[in-house]
C-alpha cells in the first residue's frame, strides 16, 4: 500500500506482550537435569548463581512460535486499532524453513496484506523495527505490525553426555518461550518516534552459539537441533565492543545518560549487567531487570521491558528510551525513541 505522504518519522503506535502462564523454576531445571543424568555433578543452585534466573516461562502444549506471535499481535491490535499495512516476523525462532512465518502469523490474524520475516538472533525485533521505519519513511506503508514469537525451550538438551557437552548447552537452560508486538505507524511529528539508529556486527564470531539443525549446513542431524554456546566467549564479545558505540550515538545527537527516562537493554544473565552499566556509566536505575523473573526472551525482551516500564510508570508519551540489543553472531543494535 503506498502511502500518501512522505512521513518524516515512525512511532510506536502499540505494544502487545504474551508470557505463557506455564513457569518452570531454575530449581526444577535442576532437578530434571539430575533426573535424566545421574552422573552429571550439578553443584546445587549452580545455574541460579550464575545466572541469576529464577524461572522462565514454557509455551503451551501443541503452541508454535506463530501462536505466540499471534497472541501477543492481538493485544497490540487492542491497544492501537486500525488497518495493517505489512506483517513482519520477527525472531530467532519460526514455525518451518519454508514458509516465511509471517505469512502463518498473517493468516492465523485474517490479514491479507504483505509479510516479510526478519531474522537476527535477539535483534530481530529490533532490526526489524529499523526495516519497519525504513520503509514508512520512504512513504511505502503507514502501519507496519512486528510480531515475534520466540520459542527456544524445543531447542534444550537435557540428556547430555559428559560436563563439557552440559557447559555447551548451559545457556538453554535459562531461556524462555514468549512473544511480542509492535505497531509502527507514520507520524509527522519528527520530534516524536525512532529518532536515531546504528547498528554493529563482528561477525567473525558467528561460531561462538549455535543452533546447527535445518540448514544447509546440517539439514537432518538430530544431534545438532539443540543450543550450543560458549558462554564466556559470547560474554567476552560483547564486552570487547565496549561503550564507544553507543556513546558516539549519545553525543551525535546531543544527548546525556540524564536525558532518558529508560535504557532497556538485552539480558542475558544478570551478573552481566553491573559491568555493562558500568562502562556505559549509566544508573542501573535507569532500566528494567527481566532477567530473573522471565528468564532470556531473547528478541521479547526488549518490548517487554518497554511495557514493563509503562505499566510501572517510568515511561510515559513524550519520554526518551535507548534500546540496546545484544545477539549472537555477534552484533550490537541501538535505537534512540521518543514514545
Known amino acids: 500500500m503506498l502511502a500518501s505522504v512522505h512521513p518524516a518519522s515512525a512511532r510506536i503506535a502499540g505494544i502487545g506482550i504474551y508470557l505463557p502462564d506455564n513457569l518452570r523454576t531454575t530449581k526444577q531445571t535442576e532437578r530434571d537435569l539430575r533426573a535424566a543424568n545421574p552422573r552429571l555433578k550439578l553443584a546445587t543452585g549452580l545455574i541460579g548463581?550464575?545466572?541469576?534466573?529464577?524461572?522462565v516461562h514454557v509455551r503451551p502444549d501443541g503452541w508454535q512460535t506463530s501462536d505466540l506471535a499471534v497472541a501477543a499481535s492481538r493485544q497490540a491490535l487492542e491497544q492501537s486499532?486500525?488497518?495493517?499495512?505489512?506483517?513482519?516476523?520477527?525472531?530467532?525462532?519460526?514455525?518451518?524453513?519454508?514458509?516465511?512465518?509471517?505469512?502463518?502469523?498473517?493468516?492465523?490474524?485474517?490479514?491479507?496484506c504483505p509479510v516479510m520475516d526478519v531474522k537476527n538472533a535477539c535483534n530481530s525485533v529490533l532490526n526489524?523495527?529499523?526495516?519497519?521505519?525504513?520503509?514508512?519513511?520512504?512513504?511505502?506503508?503507514?502501519?507496519?505490525?512486528?510480531?515475534?514469537g520466540e520459542e527456544p525451550s524445543h531447542a534444550v538438551r537435557w540428556d547430555v553426555a559428559d560436563h563439557e557437552q552440559f557447559i555447551r548447552s548451559f545457556p538453554g537452560y535459562t531461556m524462555s518461550d514468549g512473544g511480542a508486538a509492535v505497531i509502527l505507524e507514520a507520524t509527522d511529528d519528527r520530534a516524536t518516534g525512532i529518532?536515531?539508529?546504528?547498528?554493529?556486527?563482528?561477525?567473525?564470531?558467528?561460531?561462538?552459539?549455535?543452533?546447527?539443525?535445518?540448514?544447509?549446513?546440517?539439514?537432518?542431524?538430530?544431534?545438532?537441533?539443540?543450543?550450543?554456546?560458549?558462554?564466556?566467549?559470547?560474554?567476552?564479545?560483547?564486552?570487547?565492543?565496549?561503550p564507544q558505540p553507543v556513546l558516539d550515538l549519545l553525543e551525535r545527537n546531543g544527548l546525556t545518560w540524564d536525558d532518558f527516562d529508560l535504557i532497556a537493554i538485552h539480558q542475558v544473565a544478570l551478573p552481566y549487567l553491573p559491568p555493562i552499566f558500568?562502562?556505559?556509566?549509566?544508573?542501573?536505575?535507569?532500566?528494567?531487570?527481566?532477567?530473573?523473573?522471565?528468564?532470556?526472551?531473547?528478541?521479547v525482551t526488549l518490548p517487554l521491558q518497554l511495557q514493563l516500564a509503562r505499566e510501572r510508570g517510568l515511561v510515559r508519551d513524550g519520554s526518551l528510551v535507548l534500546l540496546i540489543g545484544l545477539a549472537g553472531g555477534i552484533s550490537l543494535g541501538l535505537m534512540v525513541v521518543r514514545l
Open 49 to 55: 548463581r550464575l545466572t541469576g534466573v529464577e524461572s
Open 81 to 112: 486499532p486500525g488497518p495493517i499495512d505489512l506483517v513482519i516476523f520477527a525472531s530467532a525462532s519460526q514455525d518451518l524453513v519454508e514458509p516465511a512465518t509471517s505469512h502463518i502469523v498473517a493468516a492465523k490474524l485474517g490479514f491479507d
Open 128 to 148: 526489524a523495527m529499523q526495516v519497519a521505519e525504513a520503509l514508512i519513511s520512504a512513504g511505502q506503508y503507514r502501519r507496519v505490525l512486528i510480531a515475534s
Open 195 to 242: 529518532l536515531d539508529s546504528k547498528f554493529f556486527a563482528v561477525s567473525s564470531n558467528w561460531d561462538v552459539g549455535t543452533l546447527s539443525i535445518g540448514g544447509s549446513m546440517n539439514p537432518r542431524d538430530e544431534s545438532l537441533s539443540y543450543f550450543d554456546m560458549d558462554g564466556a566467549a559470547l560474554q567476552k564479545a560483547f564486552l570487547d565492543l565496549g
Open 278 to 299: 558500568e562502562r556505559l556509566g549509566v544508573a542501573p536505575g535507569k532500566s528494567v531487570i527481566t532477567i530473573a523473573d522471565h528468564g532470556n526472551l531473547a528478541s
